[in-house]
């Protein structure tokens, strides 16, 4: 658990220094909101990289998750700019799978 709150932080910090200086900025607001949702799906895939959850667990969080950053982004922006985020968490959280299919434990966690 704790390293997911780790990656979830490290997600968060290299995700938006990276797009508010190098990618070009849509505000600081934006860009934290978007660095939220790299760093909570990476922290959510690596949670879930365990073999106690069960497929429909793991997609049934991630699902949970998308659904709550669009609540809040439509709350604090509007629809048309929290489906990025939606966007954003589901190719993280992919990537991270077919990062981890590549080695020999199915995990990269191991």
Do not use: C, H
Not at 2 to 15: D, E, K, L, P, T
Not at 19 to 39: E, M, R, T
């Amino acid at each position: 658990m704790q390293r997911a709150i780790i990656y979830f932080f490290a997600g968060i910090v290299i995700s938006f220094l990276l797009n508010y200086f190098l990618l070009g900025s849509q505000g600081w607001a934006l860009d934290l909101y978007y660095a939220v949702a790299f760093g909570a799906a990476w922290g959510t895939a690596y949670f879930l990289d365990d073999e106690k959850f069960t497929l429909v667990q793991k997609l049934g969080i991630s699902f949970l998750g998308m659904v709550i950053l669009v609540l809040v982004g439509t709350f604090l922006f509007d629809l048309e700019k929290a489906v990025p985020s939606v966007i954003k968490f589901s190719m993280v959280y992919v990537a991270y799978y077919v990062l981890a299919s590549f080695k020999s434990s199915k995990s990269l966690r191991k």
